[in-house]
């Protein structure tokens, strides 16, 4: 049993999140999210977090001009509607003022209004009702077309002169395969956030199969060169 398996129901989640705006950062359920903090309005979320329910919401910014806005403290920029929550699972402090955490994915949330907080990081208020079946470990696994994305990496990394861990990959659950692509994928915040927005899982193996597809299309064969 891991520590996100407490959360069996949406009443077991709360009603508002510390959220993290983060432009091409996503988490998903169960996905594991490693963040390196060191802003002060963001040191003092995760000291308020690990104080509480240790549950922080990963959202981005809505946009290049809100990404950009993000970086700058005070700004409130428009967020995207829908994030991830996830648990701090792993906690570090540095020797130079930083923390480094890990954040496991537990549900997706629908954000519904921004809290008047007083606190120096943004609060907002969510609901969980349209990802219910988050919160069941491997939803939909059953419906994912594995061999096809498994075509499609071995792919993607000779063309990229990259290795993998295979064994590791084939002991992987297909949500877990499905979830850690789509986190660590190179793609841009848009794609991104379509990847977490994908209704079922299958519908999220599909789209990273198709982005991935994609960006082999459009390689020349000096893009193709390892240097």
């Known amino acids: 049993m891991t520590l996100t398996d407490q959360y069996r129901d949406i009443a077991d989640l709360p009603g508002a999140l510390p959220v993290f705006p983060l432009a091409g950062a996503i988490l998903l359920p169960r996905g ?8 002060p309005r963001y040191l003092k979320m995760v000291d308020d977090a690990i104080r509480s329910d240790r549950i922080v919401g ?9 990404i950009a806005a993000s970086q700058i403290e005070g700004k409130k920029p428009p967020l995207c509607a829908i994030g991830c929550a996830g648990r701090i699972t792993s906690f570090a402090e540095t020797g130079d003022g930083r923390i480094v955490i890990t954040l496991t994915g537990i549900a ?8 008047p907080a007083m606190t120096p990081y943004r609060q907002c208020e969510v609901s969980w009702d349209e990802f219910a079946d988050d919160l069941t470990p491997g939803h939909g696994q059953d419906k994912v077309s594995r061999e096809r994305l498994l075509e499609i990496l071995k792919e993607y990394l000779e063309t990229h002169g ?3 861990d295979w064994r590791a990959i084939r002991l992987s659950s297909n949500e877990t395969l499905v979830n ?11 794609e991104k956030q379509a990847l977490l927005e994908a ?5 999220r193996n599909q789209m990273l199969i198709a982005l991935t597809e994609k960006a ?9 060169t390892v240097q």
């Open 32 to 39: 594991q999210l490693p963040l390196n903090i060191f802003e």
């Open 58 to 66: 990963m959202v981005q910014p809505d946009g290049d001009e809100a």
């Open 108 to 115: 997706r949330f629908r954000v519904m209004g921004e809290l």
């Open 162 to 164: 990259l290795q993998a």
């Open 180 to 190: 850690s692509l789509c986190t660590i994928s190179p793609y841009g915040p848009r």
């Open 199 to 203: 209704r079922t899982l299958e519908d």
């Open 216 to 224: 082999l299309r459009e390689l020349t064969p000096g893009d193709a």
